[in-house]
């Protein structure tokens, strides 16, 4: 499989080589795989899976009535090779197994929202003189030009900061208990506890 879901827990650290390895913490919820994406239908390849609602894993694991949408809590689909869509049949379980041997992955979540934020805590200015009579401490600066008489676009300004879409690419994989369904990877993760992140490989 080419991806899948998981539940940000928390940051840890690990022994690895006789040094601490910073780690976030991951755990894979009950997931199903719900259906396929074929190339002759739809235009693409690609595995739909859904997180289960906890109300209804003991129905899904008993199998009763099939599945609806209601059942899940998050539906998302991970592009997969035509020939792969057999080896992930409809209803079947993901678990963190799927990532055994895998040693790098790519992480796509929503960072935390931070609201309406000034230049320095946005951008990361360094700001004004604090002491020796300034009076211009945390204030952005200068943000025109004589031509053109107008703010670029783009320009790094205050404003809503965080509640993003964020990818990082080779990201070690320094952890992976199947049996407890956790996955430990190297440095922060985009977004809160709780929240839900793409793991891609």
């Keep these: ?22 780690i976030t913490v991951l755990e894979v919820p009950a997931m199903k795989v719900v259906g396929h994406k074929t ?25 009763k009535n099939g599945m609806n949408a209601s059942d899940f809590v998050h539906i998302t689909e991970f592009a997969v090779d035509e020939a792969e869509l057999v080896s992930h049949e409809v209803g079947s379980d993901v678990t963190a197994g799927a990532l055994e041997g895998i040693e790098m992955v790519s992480i796509t979540g929503t960072s935390k929202g931070r609201g309406f934020a000034g ?39 205050h404003g809503h900061m965080g509640c993003e879409t964020v990818t990082l690419k080779k990201i070690p994989v320094e952890l992976l208990n199947v049996g407890a369904n956790l996955i430990g990877l190297r440095g922060p993760i985009p977004g809160g506890r709780h929240s839900l ?4 490989f």
């Design 1 to 22: 499989m080419a991806g899948i879901l998981a539940k940000k827990v928390e940051m840890t650290r690990v022994i690895k080589d006789n040094k601490f390895v910073p």
């Design 39 to 63: 190339l002759e239908r739809d235009g693409y390849s690609a595995v739909v899976v859904g997180v289960v609602h906890t109300k209804q894993e003991a129905k899904l694991r008993e199998g």
């Design 119 to 157: 230049a320095m805590k946005r951008h990361n200015f360094h700001g004004w003189p604090a002491t020796h009579g300034s009076k211009f401490h945390r204030a952005l600066g200068s943000i025109g030009n004589r031509k053109p008489t107008r703010t670029h676009k783009g320009k790094k300004m």
């Design 197 to 200: 992140v793409q793991i891609i």
